[in-house]
Each structure stands twice: as C-alpha cells, then as structure tokens.
C-alpha cells in the first residue's frame, strides 16, 4: 500500500480523534510527510507536516495548539492527534508526502465534527 489514512469518524465539538496513516517504506522513510484535508467545495490544504527526521513540524495557522503530528518510523506512519475539534475541521482528511509527491491520494478518511 502507498497511502493509507483510518481514524475519522463523527465526533462533537470540542472532541478529539487521532488519525493514522500507514505509508510505503520508501515513501515514508526519505521524505517529510504532511496532513491534509479537503472540505466540500474547497481546495485540498495542508494541515500540518513533519519533517523526514522528526525533529520539525509545521501547523496551519487554524490548527495550531490543537492539532499535533507525529511519525512513528518502525511502523512507516505519521498520524494526527486532533483536539478541541470545531465544525470547520469537517473534511476528509489525506496523508501524502510534503510537498504531495504521491499522485494517488487514496481515499482519506471523513471527519465530521457536528453536534
């Protein structure tokens, strides 16, 4: 498998969920990896990334301080742990390489985030 994301689901405001996402060994192992989501009717946008060697991470603006990426190098997965969800957060949620270096995206994963 290239990518693959699991863990939404429907969640009330103010609730947390925690994706994963388990890519391909030479994918994963040489290059920064990123979160992102696509809400209808809007662009695909980058979340958060993490760099190859763990150390760095990056969070868009909206996320930051409740959204937090880590990568887990002997499972080859990078995974999103999501509090103090809001509704804006709905979206499907996608893992790829940063900058997308993956053309097939898989199918994400839907985070809704509604009372």
């Known amino acids: 498998v290239q990518l693959q994301a699991c863990g939404g689901g429907l969640v009330q405001p103010g609730g947390s969920l925690r994706l994963s996402c388990t890519a391909s060994a030479h994918i994963f192992q040489v290059n920064n990896m990123g979160w992102y989501r696509q809400a209808p009717g809007q662009e695909r946008e980058l979340v958060a990334s993490?760099?190859?060697?763990?150390?760095?991470?990056y969070y868009a603006g909206d996320v930051r301080y409740r959204f937090t990426i880590s990568r887990d190098s002997a499972k080859n997965s990078v995974s999103l742990q999501m509090n103090s969800l809001k509704p804006e957060d709905t979206a499907v949620y996608y893992c790829n390489t940063q900058p997308p270096l993956v053309p097939h995206w898989g199918q994400g994963t839907q985070v809704t985030v509604s009372s």
């Open positions: 993490i760099w190859k060697d763990g150390k760095n991470t």
